[in-house]
């Protein structure tokens, strides 16, 4: 509601960004009247299988650590019932953007205004017999990306590209642009020439390029890898269970000297 009385009192002759901040989907999984219950008959996707290589990873990582402290916590009906409230839930939300850009509809600068859905983590409902996030597995950081562009695109002048400079400052002179008409490119160009996705949590982190992941631990050192693109489910540990393509493969060597790169420079700012 605030984000729709904002809409009306916006000026509609100079660039502008709002950001709207939704309470879910997310836990704790109490879907108010009369979204509750809507998904109730359908046949959802089922939660995907613990995988067996968990169980095999050193007892410090952060993995193995999650998925053992929510070891017999959930029966597959309580999961059943979480992964439908969530539903319930995604429509409400659906519900909610459509009020929004009903109004935005409304507005002179409709066709020239950009929208964009997306979230900042996602939730395992049930893989691998977890619930939340915390960990690397597809669940908990694939997220949304909803994009759709202007109709009426502004003309803008063109900014000098400066892809040595951090990313921060690029998103921060992204936003102040706004002002002069808005321009994305030098923010697109620099994340064109990036390797791949970085993620952290703990003192591990993850690297990704293309269908490839693989996960490291505090040292540097891979513990599990996964191909997404042959392997949704994520039930095989490459690095323990595709011992030859690990070793051999052109595309995991190259993830693997990524991966001691970001190691090193992670060392020497520590230092």
């Known amino acids: 509601n605030k984000a729709k009385d904002k809409l009306k009192t916006i000026p509609d002759d100079k660039p502008w960004m709002l950001w709207v901040s939704f309470v879910g989907p997310h836990e704790p999984f109490d879907t108010p009247r009369p979204w509750a219950g809507k998904n109730n008959s359908v046949k959802l996707p089922d939660a995907k299988r613990k995988p067996d290589w968990i169980a095999e990873l050193p007892k410090r990582n952060e993995l193995r650590q ?3 402290s929510w070891n017999n916590k959930l029966k597959p009906r309580e ?26 509809k409304q507005r002179k600068d409709y066709e020239n205004t950009a929208i964009v859905v997306t979230a900042d983590h ?9 619930l939340y996030k915390g960990c690397f597995l597809e669940g908990a950081i694939h997220v949304p990306w909803i994009y759709q562009e202007p109709q009426v695109k502004r003309k803008t002048r063109n900014m000098q590209i400066n892809t040595a400079l951090p990313l921060t400052a690029l998103l921060k002179r992204t936003v102040e642009n706004l002002q002069k008409g808005g321009n994305a490119n030098e923010l697109i160009n620099w994340a064109k020439k990036q390797k791949g996705a970085v993620v952290e949590f703990g003192k591990e982190k993850l ?16 513990v599990w ?47």
Not at 235 to 257: C, D, E, G, Y
């Open 79 to 104: 999961i059943n019932e979480c992964r439908h409230d969530y539903a319930d839930h995604i429509q409400l939300l659906d519900k909610q953007l459509e009020l929004i850009i009903e109004v935005l």
């Open 122 to 130: 996602g939730e395992l409902l049930g893989d691998a017999e977890m």
């Open 66 to 68: 999650l998925s053992e």
């Open 225 to 271: 890898a996964v191909h997404i693109g042959r392997d949704k489910d994520e039930a095989v540990n490459v690095i323990t269970q595709k011992k030859v393509r690990w070793i051999f493969s052109p595309r995991w060597s190259k993830l693997r000297r990524w991966g001691k790169e970001i190691t090193k420079e992670r060392s020497k700012k520590l230092w």
């Open 207 to 222: 690297i990704i390029q293309g269908e490839r992941k693989m996960a490291l631990d505090e040292t540097g050192k891979p």
